[in-house]
Structure formats: C-alpha cells, structure tokens
C-alpha cells in the first residue's frame, strides 16, 4: 500500500508543480483485475479501488494497518462508478448499480467485490477512515435520494448534489460521502468556494473523456495553485485548502471527508473576489 504523506501549508507555497502532484494527487488508482490502496497519513485516509473481473476480490488488511482485518478499526465506504457488480460482507451479498454505495461499518471481517460481466465490471471506489463507534452495513440506491440542485447556467456551475453517507442518510462514524454532477455546458465546481478545518476531503473526479481535464484549485485563499486532473484520479485537499475546479467539459466527482463534524454545511466561505 503506497504512502502519501501530505505536505503542511508553511511547506505548500514553495513547493513545485511535480512536488505538489506527489503530495496531494492520487494518478492511478483503478487497475482491472486487482485492489489498489493508498495511505494518506492526513486523518489516517485510505483511498481504493476495487476492479473486480472473472474473480471476485477479496480485501485484505495491508500489514501496514496493523489489523487482522480491514474493517478491525476503521469504516469504509464503497462508490461504483462502473458497471453492476456486487460486495459480499460477512455472508450477505449487496448489489450495487452505477453510482449505488454501499457503507460498512467497522467489524465487517469478510468483504468481497465481484462484476456480475467480466467485460463491463464494476469499478468499485474505496474511502475510509478509522472508526471508534460500530453502524450496522448499508446500501444507497442513488436514485431513490433526492440531489440537491445548486449553481446556475448563468454562472457555468449548475449541479446536481446527491448526499449519501451522512447525518441525515446512511449513518457512520466520522465518514460524510456523496458525489456531485454537473450539467452540460457547466464547468465550474464548488464555486464560490470554502475551506472546513474541522474535516480534510477527497475528491475523485470521473465521467471524464479521455482528452478532457479538470484544473483542480487548491491552497490558502490568498495564495492558490491548481492540478490538472485527468478522469479516475483524486485530489487530498487539506482542512486549510479551498477545492474548487474547472473542466473543459462537465464531469462528476465523488467527494468524501473526515474528521471531527459530520454536518454537511460546516464550511468556511470563501468570497470569489478574495481569491488570489
């Protein structure tokens, strides 16, 4: 399981454009045919992929973890950006549709990921956090929650917000999980934006054809950068960095977070004019 070890905003403004990807960019994540995984040691993340073909996958705890299982410690939340698959949890089978998830509490033992068509698998998204409370396992059906609809055409960021692990939904322990859609002919993403220090985030953006590239915002107010994001990649944004994008042609993303507050709102606002 590689390391990310994400750097602090005193080491951020120096920082090059190559040591900014390596500090905050996950490149490749989704491999056919196998798990991959990412430590972020900001809120002890993990970041995964699950990509299941003829056989199903079975997720195991890194020696890393320190767990004889992977869920020991920790809850896990599952987004399939793919085609149907399913998770086996403890004996009892979850099938999950494009964009369905899927929460798992801590002290789930067995976990399986499985593509009910080998040639259009599930890609099955991971993110998790450590755990220090127990809720039961639960399937969202993404089309049975109500999006929340933000942004205008007039201002190139109309979006669909559809919530799905969080203090009204799917309950967990410290994880808040859903994903954004824009609209055609919107680009923009969380803007205007905002910052929570309460709770760092990660944003896996997808539903990105192969030419086309998000310039991810990030950093203090006063002082930005940007990373060009292509699909399938995620970005680490810290407790002290905005995240706010622009495509060159409307995309998804999938945002999660932990820490400290679950309350969706729970933002620092950010006026667009005090950019710099």
Known sequence: ??????????????????????????????????????????????????VPLEKPLALEADPSLRAS???ERRELGVLNIGK????????????????????V??????????SRNANAP???????????????????????????????????????????????????????????????????NTMPPHTHMRRSEVYLYFNLAPADRVVHMMGPAHETRHIVVADKQVVISPGWSIHAGVGTSNYSFCWGM?????????MDPVAIADLQ
């Open 1 to 50: 399981m590689r390391l990310i070890q994400v750097a602090d905003a005193v080491r951020y403004p120096r920082m090059t454009t190559e040591e900014l990807r390596a500090a905050f960019l996950v490149d490749s994540l989704f491999a056919p045919g196998r798990i991959s995984m990412v430590y972020v040691d900001l809120d002890r993340t993990v970041i995964g992929s699950a």
């Open 69 to 71: 299982y992977f869920t």
């Open 84 to 103: 149907t698959g399913a998770v086996e949890i403890d004996g009892g089978t979850y099938e999950l549709s494009n964009l369905d998830a899927l929460y």
């Open 122 to 188: 599930a890609e099955f998204y991971l993110l998790s956090y450590p755990a220090h409370a127990v809720f039961p396992v639960a399937k969202i059906d993404s089309r049975q929650v109500e999006p929340v609809e933000l942004g205008s055409p007039a201002t190139a960021n109309h979006r669909k917000v559809t919530k799905l692990i969080h203090l009204e939904g799917a309950r967990s322990c410290q994880l808040v999980m859903g994903f954004t859609q824009l609209s055609t002919g919107s680009a923009w």
């Open 258 to 266: 932990g820490g400290e507050n679950q309350v969706y709102n729970d």
């Open 105 to 114: 509490g801590r002290g789930s033992e067995k976990i399986q990921f499985s």
